[in-house]
């Protein structure tokens, strides 16, 4: 079974930056296809980036793309989320997600999550 463990979150203002880190255990890292994904107050979880397994291939939202970038670290078994830019409305709660099948963008479809990292932004 993989454990992901997230980290990073935090309360900053507009415009400021914050990296996430989500380390996996229990399996090969380099197996799994690593997705963030977000969740505010009474919405639905929602796709935030993907990055494949060799970290050679990236996705992201249009609301985030151009600001956020996902990275991995094989050798060190963690996947970043490197968010600049930052705004109100990306206050949520910020999960990773691993799934070994390929590169996906949907939250049902991922089968092993974190528990996440609170991000707050104020205006």
């Known amino acids: 079974q993989v454990l992901l463990v997230e980290s990073g979150g935090g309360l900053l203002q507009a415009g400021g930056s914050l990296r996430l880190s989500c380390v996996v255990s229990?399996?090969?890292?380099?197996?799994?296809?690593m997705a963030w994904f977000r969740q505010a107050p009474g919405k639905e979880r929602e796709f935030v980036a993907v990055?494949?397994?060799?970290?050679?291939?990236?996705y992201y939202a249009d609301s985030v793309k151009g600001r956020f970038i996902i990275s991995r670290d094989n050798a060190k078994n963690t996947v970043y989320l490197q968010m600049n830019g930052l705004k109100p409305e990306d206050t949520a709660l910020y999960y990773c997600?691993?799934?070994?099948?390929?590169?996906?963008?949907?939250?049902?479809?991922?089968?092993?999550w974190g528990q996440g990292t609170q991000v707050t932004v104020s205006s």
């Open positions: 997600a691993a799934d070994t099948r390929g590169v996906m963008r949907i939250a049902s479809n991922y089968k092993s």
């Open positions: 229990g399996r090969t890292f380099s197996d799994y296809v």
């Open positions: 990055i494949n397994w060799s970290g050679g291939s990236t």
